[in-house]
Structures are given as C-alpha cells and as structure tokens.
C-alpha cells in the first residue's frame, strides 16, 4: 500500500519561513507532488520532484530525498494568502495517492 | 478555459436515492479519477480511467460506479446514498504522456450531503 505522513497543522507569521514535511512509504516510486488547497476550493498543483534534490518556484521550494523516503515544501516570505491546506501526493500505476494534508496558518 | 467542470455544486439526497455527479474537461486528457475529501483524511481515490472505455477501482469504490464512453466525461453514480457518503467529491484530470504528466488539474469540488 501507499502510505504518506504530513504533520496536521503548522503556524508561522507573515514575512517567515515555513517548511513542510512528506514522509512516505511506497510499493513503488515515482516522484512527489505538492498540491495547494484554500477553504472552500479545489487544490492546484505547486510542484514536482522526480529526483532527489531541490526544485525552485518563486517564492516556493520542493525537496526530495529517495534514499530518506522523504520530502518538504519550503514557503518563504509568508503571504496571509499562502494560509491554507498542502498536501503532498505521489503517483504509483495510474492511481495519485495524497497525504493527509498540512494547514498552515499565516499570523500578522 | 473551462479546464475540468463538474456539476451540481452542491446537492442534498435523502439515503436511498440515487445520483449522478457530471464531470467533463477539455484538455483531451487520459486519465480522469474521482476523489472524496473528508476533514482530515486527505483526498481518497475512488475510481479513475486511464482512457475512454478503461476504467478501475481505487481506495474506497464500494457504493459509486464510473462509465468513461468518451475522452471528454467521467460521470460518477451513487447506487443508493447513505449518510457515509456525505462528503466532498472532486473531479481530476492528467496526461501522463506531457511532459508535466504528474500535474493534476481538480475541479471545483460538489459538496454532497445524504440525510
């Protein structure tokens, strides 16, 4: 089976950096995804991570380590927009399995 | 861009009766799934089709039926809804031939409760 951790909730204030972690256990591996979800809406995809390392998008960051089985998702400079719910998702033969998913609070 | 769109938004059943909820996109992809969202569960997969007349069960199929006639729709049915189905459904699309094959693009959401 597919099994992916994510911490429930995490807090950080406006300005901050904030990073969050994906731990997970797969039959098979084919890279990580980080999906985000505001109240209310559907969730929109943020980044990929095929192979290990770091992948940059503006103010977001992935990470992924094979070896580790783990990844994170690195928001900096926090936005009070950028509060909402992460997953992180991976696929495996045709079916995308998510973690539980991330709520990030963003304080002023 | 429509992108994936699926209807009704919002729906209220009485247990026992049965439903179709719509989903279409115009992206010409592949591969099409259904997902359910409760709070603190995540997304669940319910049932996905990797093209037009291929479809499979996912983590939680038991008490919807999926049909994939055409590239376009994915319709998903409750045979007979019980409060256990009140729930979050989404819609989702991908092409695993692009070179962003991993990118899922989610519907709306249809927000469904069964009393």
């Known amino acids: 089976g597919q099994s992916l951790e994510q911490p429930s909730e995490v807090t950080a204030v406006e300005g901050a950096i904030v990073q969050i972690n994906c731990t997970y256990q797969?039959?098979?591996?084919?890279?990580l995804s980080w999906y985000q979800q505001h109240d209310g809406g559907a969730p929109t995809f943020l980044s990929y991570?095929?192979?290990?390392g770091l992948e940059e998008t503006g103010r977001f960051s992935s990470f992924l380590s094979r070896s580790d089985s783990y990844g994170y998702l690195l928001l900096q400079e926090l936005q009070m927009k950028d509060s909402a719910s992460y997953f992180c998702?991976?696929?495996?033969?045709?079916?995308?399995?998510f973690g539980s998913g991330t709520k990030l609070n963003v304080k002023p | 861009n429509a992108g994936v769109t699926q209807t009704p938004k919002f729906q209220v059943l009485k247990t026992g009766q049965s439903m179709t909820l719509q989903c279409a996109q115009d992206?010409?992809?592949?591969?099409m799934s259904w997902y359910r969202q409760d709070p603190g569960m995540g997304l669940r997969l319910i049932h996905y089709?990797?093209?037009?007349?291929?479809?499979d069960q996912g983590e939680v199929p038991n008490g919807y039926n999926v049909s994939r006639s055409t590239t376009e729709d994915f319709p998903l049915r409750l045979l007979s809804a019980a409060p256990s189905q009140t729930s979050v459904y989404f819609c989702?699309?991908?092409?695993?031939?692009?070179?962003?094959?991993?990118?899922?693009?989610f519907g709306e959401g249809s927000w469904l409760t069964v009393v």
């Open positions: 989702a699309s991908s092409n695993p031939r692009q070179r962003a094959g991993n990118t899922i693009y």
């Open positions: 991570n095929a192979l290990d």
């Open positions: 998702a991976t696929p495996n033969f045709n079916k995308f399995y």
């Open positions: 089709s990797v093209g037009a007349g291929i479809t």
């Open positions: 992206m010409n992809h592949e591969y």
């Open positions: 797969t039959s098979g591996f084919y890279g």
